[in-house]
């Protein structure tokens, strides 16, 4: 940065485990700092609020696509250096992609700290793409495609599971893309993708682990201050409608067991009864002695597994529910019993004791996602893109 000192926001929540550091560049970027001496180890996690649920019709999974592409080529270093160097520094790298979110993040050892921050945020500013580059990397992810979805049963399901319920919704389509729009996505495309949503006032820097609050000011200052501002569209927030009737689907595959999967719509992750339905997953599938666990697997034998788990999202979030039949289940008798334990939990209500046990599983969830500063950095990273405040998670 040149010229006067430039104007930063700065916010210290203390009202947690660590404090955590939020600040706030003048061209948009939140860095979010979160200090741990307790090993000479950095997670450094960069997330853009941009993922497939973002994506318009006739292009879906250029976020995923594009993801792909952020490890091509800069201004500074041809294809192939980026990976070569954070390697050779001995630093782990690695990128996702999901419905709200796309991020990329390194594990390092403490004093490569300049060296990560130099390179991310000259492919946040600097990115170069061919056609030749896009043209190998579709084919890529067409076979990633190909032998997750095509060729596996379960990635199957999920695909048509989701589709079914969300139907148009920007989460009905796959995050992977439809075959027909990764073969329709343009460079063009590409360029405008990465333009619009790779820009700092889109993006959330995490840096969790053995690092110095002001340092990290400083070299995000110097690294990244000087990349223009951009004005990105707000996200179109559409609440899934919800269905009026049940719709059953019936998928051929050659799976060991039948399996049954259904699908509901449920609270976004900003929700404040969100972690109530969570509570509700624990008390009703997720334990030894959850009760539509024991009836169907312990005394009716009529499934090998069952589970139930939310999922909070942007625009609303799922309820999904998975159970592999035994040899001789009938599907229609397994969702009976789930229906009618789900019916008896909001009739007759939970005991205190399946209160606290719940409670207690949550609790030590929530402090094994406290483990390492990669799970810590991924959960700053996940609820500040997908609900605009970092705190939500505590």
Known sequence: MTGKEPNISKRLVENIPYPVHELGLPNGLTVLVWEDHSAPVIAYQ?????????????????????????????????????????????????????????????????????????????????????????????????????????????????????????????????????????????????????????????????????????????????????????????????????PLEATTAFLKAPVQTQRVLTLNNAPALAAPHAMALGMACEILFNSESARIRNRLVEDEEIATDVGGWYSGFAMGGTFEVQANLAADGNWEAVMAGIDDEIRKAVTEGITPREREMSLNRLEMGFLRSLRSVTLRAQALGHYHATTGDFERYF
């Open 46 to 242: 960069t997330w853009f609020r941009v993922g497939s649920g973002d994506e318009r019709p006739g292009r879906t999974g250029i976020a995923h696509l594009f993801e792909h592409l952020m490890f091509k080529e800069t201004a500074s270093f041809k294809e192939g250096e980026f990976d070569r160097l954070l390697e050779f520094n001995g630093v782990y790298t690695n990128a996702a992609t999901w419905l709200d979110w796309t991020y990329y993040q390194e594990k390092l050892p403490a004093e490569k700290l300049e060296l990560v921050m130099r390179l991310e945020a000259d492919r946040m500013a600097n990115m170069v793409l061919t056609q030749s580059q896009l043209d190998s990397e579709r084919e890529v992810v067409k076979n990633e495609r190909r032998l997750r979805v095509d060729n596996d049963p379960e990635g199957r399901a999920s695909e048509k599971l989701f589709h079914l319920h969300f139907k148009d919704h920007p989460y009905g389509h796959p995050t992977i893309g439809w075959m027909e729009d990764i073969d329709a996505i343009t460079l063009e495309d590409c360029l405008q993708f990465y333009r619009t949503h790779y820009s700092p006032g889109n993006a959330t820097v995490v840096v969790v682990g053995a690092v110095d609050v002001q340092e990290v000011l400083d070299l995000a200052l110097k690294y990244y201050g000087d990349i223009p501002p951009v004005d990105v569209p707000p996200r179109r927030i559409l609440l899934p409608t919800p």
